[in-house]
């Protein structure tokens, strides 16, 4: 099993709708996640922690399922801004971390 | 007010020189990183430094070198390049887990 795998999509969904990634990881001492964004030919950017069950930040829920060793993202009410890849990074060990490959998402108008 | 800032922004060069890409943060973090994003869009660690110690080294060729003059800076050294060090590299900080990220460097090797 890699140490990080995400949907690899890519999703294309209407303004408006509700679209969920997976995202799962081997190493099951992590402690605590990160969801980034990264837009076409930019950097990363944070868009979500999880150190608990999980996160809600508006229309972005993270959820943590450590039985099962995944990771959810939910976007809803999607916007055309939304548009990006959608990056899960799992902590291996101390300040090392795994970038999963990432999930494309495009919001269509 | 720029955060996390490298230079140069692009950088075109030819196999067998050796080159340096600079990286400043502003934001007091202890920890920070470099990152290689390949043509297949894989973002990898490279080095990881805390408090100017290597705390990270991944299996990254020795022409490979970050070198840090304070908590502020990390650059990275590359000798004698070759053409799959074609890439995107981003400098990052840290100050715990979340990651900031500077514009990216992208690199491309004749």
């Known amino acids: 099993r890699k140490e990080v795998e995400q949907d690899p999509g890519p999703f294309n969904v209407p303004e408006g709708a509700t679209v969920a990634f997976n995202c799962t990881y081997s190493?099951?001492?992590?402690?605590?996640f990160f969801w980034y964004r990264q837009d076409c030919r930019k950097e990363p950017k944070l868009l979500m922690s999880v150190y608990s069950s999980g996160n809600e930040d508006g229309r972005f829920t993270a959820q943590l399922n450590r039985a099962s060793q995944y990771i959810s993202l939910l976007i809803r009410d999607s916007k055309l801004s939304d548009s990006a890849t959608y990056l899960c990074?799992?902590?291996?060990?101390?300040?090392?971390?795994?970038f999963g490959p990432g999930t494309r998402l495009s919001v269509l108008p | 007010d720029t955060a996390v800032s490298q230079t140069p922004k692009y950088l075109v060069t030819q196999m067998g020189n050796d080159k340096s890409i600079k990286c400043e943060q502003n934001?007091?973090?202890?920890?920070m990183y470099w990152y290689k994003q390949d043509s297949k869009k894989f973002l990898k660690i490279m080095f990881s430094y805390n408090n100017k110690e290597l705390i990270i080294n991944e299996t990254v060729p020795n022409r490979f070198s970050p070198k840090s003059p304070d908590k502020a800076h990390l650059n990275l050294h590359i000798n004698s390049l070759e053409l799959g060090d074609s890439a995107v590299y981003f400098c990052?900080?840290?100050?715990?887990?979340?990651?900031?990220f500077g514009p990216g460097t992208r690199l491309t090797v004749l």
């Open positions: 990052a900080s840290s100050p715990r887990g979340e990651q900031f």
């Open positions: 934001l007091g973090h202890d920890t």
């Open positions: 190493n099951s001492a992590s402690q605590s």
């Open positions: 990074v799992v902590p291996v060990q101390r300040q090392n971390f795994v």
